[in-house]
């Protein structure tokens, strides 16, 4: 059994992806994407994840300028475990709502220690991509994700307040470097 690493997307990934984004959709995240669709044309999707060229802001794409972004895979014995979206740099948006770094965790492998494991192994990407300190916003009802985020060094900023068009948010700061 191997340990589990931050890899690109890459198709030898694709079986455990596709059940993956099936568990997320059923718990309402992902749902802009097209499971069949992706499954179909799984090289073009690994192509465009990886091109790195903008951050989409689904559903907000055409009011938000794109930015940059790195997207990294937890893979463990060549399965996917979860998702690292690292953006290079803030917008408006990301300032208060979506921050430098997302991390998501397929729901049938959570509590195990991979939400720990792929933030810890993304913040020396995120150094190495420029960014020395990270800003991360969090749900404040996400327990969970909280406590992932203090033990990985985040310190508390401030909160966002909800608006009409945004939830709440938590922000910290982590020291990548
Ligand atoms: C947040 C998320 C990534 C955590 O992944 P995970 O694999 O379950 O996390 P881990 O197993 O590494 O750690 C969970 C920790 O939370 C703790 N925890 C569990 N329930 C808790 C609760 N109600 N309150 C506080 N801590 C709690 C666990 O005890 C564990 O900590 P420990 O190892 O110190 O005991 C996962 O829940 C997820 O994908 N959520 C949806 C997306 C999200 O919220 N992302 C974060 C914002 S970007």
Partial sequence: MSASKLVKPALEHKESYIEALREFQAEGRYTFLDVHDVEKNFED??????????????????WVEP?????????????????????????WHLEKWGGHI??????????????????????PFACY?????????????????????????GTFDGDTPETDQFPARKRYWLDCT
């Fill in 102 to 123: 997302n991390f998501v965790i397929r729901p049938s492998m959570r509590s195990k220690g991979f939400g720990k494991k792929i933030l810890q192994k993304g913040m």
């Fill in 45 to 62: 999707f690994i192509e465009k994840v990886n091109d790195g060229k903008k951050h989409l802001h689904k559903p907000y794409a055409d």
């Fill in 129 to 153: 991509l420029g960014i020395e300190r990270a800003l991360i916003t969090m749900d404040p009802k996400d327990e969970v994700g909280l406590h992932v985020v203090e033990f990985c060094g």
């Fill in 67 to 91: 930015v940059p972004e790195t997207v990294l895979w937890l893979v463990k014995d060549n399965d996917f475990i979860g998702t690292l979206n690292i953006r290079h740099r803030l917008n």
